[in-house]
């Protein structure tokens, strides 16, 4: 059997992958009558998003190999998972800047052919709501 490379426009392959935790939260700075100052948890989805383009794809043909990601995988259950996020982070833990956070870890704990192919870090609390940290990634 043989097979043909299609000719296609120019493009970019992107990747993602799913990681989930659960883990308890509050965020108290929204004052007392707010829901969600006091204690509660959710089932946190994180969407790692990777990018490269074409002549930069890894034999045999990946943005990345996804076993490769395993480490953010550890650092989520190690760190996160069933923890009360308050308690294990220096922030108020809300969607939005533990998207960030978990953007920041990977691009300090991954070699940079990884890290540099990192352009979104996306964080759901439910099955209705998400938080997204992208990347300025700016070419000289």
Known sequence: MTTTTEQAPDG????SKRFTFDAAHQLTSLGPDHMCARLHGHGYRVEAVLSCAEDELVPPGFVVDFKDLEP??????DTLDHRNLNEVLGFEPTSELL?????HWFLTHFTPAVA?????????ETEKTWATYTLNRRTA
């Open 12 to 15: 970019t392959f992107t990747i």
């Open 116 to 124: 540099d192919r990192l352009i979104q870090i996306r964080v759901s």
């Open 99 to 103: 998207a960030r956070h978990l953007a």
């Open 72 to 77: 953010l995988a550890r650092y989520i259950k």
